[in-house]
T-cell receptor, first 114, second 111 residues
Framework: GAGVSQSPSNKVTEKGKDVELRCDPI?????LYWYRQSLGQGLEFLIY????????KSGLPSDRFSAERTGGSVSTLTIQRTQQEDSAVYLC????????????FGQGTRLTVV | EDKVVQSPLSLVVHEGDTVTLNCSYE??????LLWYKQEKKAPTFLFML????IEKKSGRLSSILDKKELFSILNITATQTGDSAVYLC???????????FGDGTTLTVKP
């Protein structure tokens, strides 16, 4: 596609429910990153994929967070048993390859846990 | 652990002023430093810096990197209200290609 697409753009969920966030990277980009941004804060690294594998999962805040990527393209970030502190904007970025460094960001998913 | 510190955290200026935003970093195996502008949700790329002392310039924006002192600055001259945004600095580690972001500088330009 022309850019990185994320869905949904907004999600309001009840505490304790599971949510799934989707990212469609730019076609042909092999590297994909998930970040979280709380209000007024910088970007917090969550996980990155090179192809379908995730060499670095160190940023996932807890075992309630998981992510997968299939076909070297679409990625989903799943948050189980959501908590209020999970409320944030979740940003996805794709990069052509690890030898490139410019990241193209999606518009993000604003998650609100009530 | 890689670390990026930006200063100031916020800045309010008037149109026509010149501003300098700072980014200092600690990173193992430095590859590059990037500046992004974030107006609403998605950060948009401004500059990528890999070599010390070489200024990158785009219109009223310019940036330079000092790899010895481990910092970069982003200059904006003749600021306009449209420059109001959060400016993010990120460093990339060669080992993982992972970007570590600073908390950003919020710039507000008043008419």
């Amino acid at each position: 596609g022309a850019g990185v697409s994320q869905s949904p753009s907004n999600k309001v969920t009840e505490k304790g429910k599971d949510v799934e966030l989707r990212c469609d990277p730019i076609s042909g980009h092999t590297a994909l990153y998930w970040y979280r941004q709380s209000l007024g804060q910088g970007l917090e690294f969550l996980i990155y994929f090179q192809g379908n594998s995730a060499p670095d999962k160190s940023g996932l805040p807890s075992d309630r967070f998981s992510a997968e990527r299939t076909g070297g393209s679409v990625s989903t970030l799943t948050i189980q048993r959501t908590q209020q502190e999970d409320s944030a904007v979740y940003l996805c970025a794709s990069i052509r390859g690890l030898m490139n460094t410019e990241a193209f960001f999606g518009q993000g998913t604003r998650l609100t846990v009530v | 652990e890689d670390k990026v510190v930006q200063s100031p955290l916020s800045l309010v200026v008037h149109e026509g002023d010149t501003v300098t935003l700072n980014c200092s970093y600690e990173v193992t195996n430095f590859r590059s430093l990037l500046w992004y502008k974030q107006e609403k949700k998605a950060p948009t790329f401004l500059f990528m810096l890999t070599s010390s002392g070489i200024e990158k310039k785009s219109g009223r924006l310019s940036s330079i990197l000092d790899k010895k002192e481990l910092f970069s600055i982003l200059n904006i001259t003749a600021t306009q209200t449209g420059d109001s945004a959060v400016y993010l600095c990120a460093v990339v580690n060669t080992n993982a290609g992972k970007s570590t972001f600073g908390d950003g500088t919020t710039l507000t330009v008043k008419p």
